[in-house]
């Protein structure tokens, strides 16, 4: 097992910023093949609130300038219609009877927090979550033929979600915090009933294809 703590050790990296294709790349070159990914997300639909863990099964890429793909020439196209490896998925909701399964993540650029039109607009279009790290590494991790899944805590409630000041950076790290220890047992819980990565459509997709990357 390899853990990365994508922000840097000291949060050093802000979410526009990190360097996704050095992470996934680093954690395939370590020979990792299953990548369990927490994040803190603000909620966007009165379907989750503060403290509640999803595992989110759509994902919709709001980002915009960030290195988000490993092919530089030629063609190749990744299939992403499902943006996150069933089997993993299954395996952390199986961990914690009370981890909601399902949900789309909107991603967006940040590193600051959505206006209430925004928020309101993502809600609108159908979001239940929003984060700012989210994309490009789910797709850069199934470029890189390993499985990925997300599992989010809920931090606070968006901006447009409600009518109070709006999300700020305190309540969010705070809460976080408080749900360190109930997060690390479920992610130790969900490594240790992992499915065989062999076979997974999230790494079978380039079988045949002539990558113009490489796979380390
Ligand atoms: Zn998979």
Do not use: K
């Not at 600051?112 to 979550?129: D, H, M, N, V």
């Amino acid at each position: 097992m390899a853990f990365l703590p994508r922000h840097g050790a000291h949060h050093d990296f802000p979410p526009h910023l990190i360097n996704y294709r050095a992470n996934l790349w680093a954690q395939r070159s370590l020979g990792v093949r299953q990548v369990l990914a927490p994040c803190a997300v603000g909620g966007l639909s009165t379907d989750v609130a503060p403290g509640d863990l999803v595992v989110p099964d759509q994902l919709v890429d709001r980002t915009s300038g960030r290195a988000s793909s490993y092919v530089e020439r030629g063609a190749v196209h990744l299939p992403f219609a499902d943006p996150y490896c069933p089997r993993v998925s299954g395996a952390l909701v199986a961990a914690d009877p009370g981890v909601r399964r399902g949900g789309t993540m909107v991603v967006i650029e940040g590193p600051r927090f959505s206006t209430r039109a925004e928020s309101r607009w993502y809600a609108a279009q159908g979001g239940t979550l929003i984060n700012m790290t989210g994309a490009p590494e789910a797709a850069l991790a199934r470029e890189q033929r390993m499985c990925y899944a997300a599992l989010a805590l809920v931090t606070d409630m968006d901006a447009g979600a409600e009518d109070g000041e709006g999300v700020g950076q305190e309540e969010v790290f705070a809460l976080f915090r408080s749900n360190l220890d109930r997060l690390t047992g479920l992610l130790t819980a969900a490594i240790a009933a992992l499915p065989d990565p062999d076979g997974c459509a999230c790494s079978t997709w380039a079988d045949g294809l002539e990558l113009t990357y490489e796979v380390p």
